[in-house]
């Protein structure tokens, strides 16, 4: 056993025991390559987009937990300072706070294997927390929850064998996944409509560009020109986070 970590929660008090399990063998991961990787981006409406334009939706339940919870917190500020009715619904705002975050980590956990399953890598935006995008902004209400999916990701990926790659996102929603030509569009843009006959959801071209970059790939753009993906645009994610 390497640690044990006593946490106090709303309902009661828990332990987590950090084990370390040496029967396990070190898995050398395949290189990735364009059959045996998936790319994912962020969603603005449903939670993730892969490549071949799979949606994952956020699923209702956590959506209802979520106003629930809300719906507390404003009733906590209307009741009396001191007053036990406040003391009663601070109780029931940090109940329901712990029931929306293990309602998400279930979900993340459930979205991480489905991913997995596929026995592929997984290639995903790399998050910059400090120079935050107009784009990013739009989407930050999932952003907490995107870099707790991620972590799951890659310890989940790396017992599998697997790699979880970080790719710089930059342009990844702009450039055309057929032709490599910019498509400039605005955040109400949902569509990507290339003048070389690409017609896709706009995340769903992401996915396609992040999958690209991880593996290196070379996309023509319109004037006949390979335009170089790999080499600075690829990097291999921090495995060791959580360790
Ligand atoms: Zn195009």
Redesign the pocket.
Known sequence: MKTATIIKKADGYYITLSLQDSSIPVLTPDAPEMGNTIGIDMGLKSFLVDDLGRQEEIPQYYRKSEKRLKRLQRSVSRKKKGSNRRKKAIKRVSKAHLKVSNQRKDFHYKIAKKLLQHGKHIAYEKLNIKGITRTKLAKSTHDAGWGQFLQILSIKAEKAGLLAIAVNPCGTSQD?S????K?KKDLSTRWHS?????ELDRDHNAAINLKHRAVGHSVLN?LGNVLELSGSHQEASALSVLR
């Open positions: 055309c057929s032709c490599g030509q498509v290339c003048s070389c006959g690409c319109s």
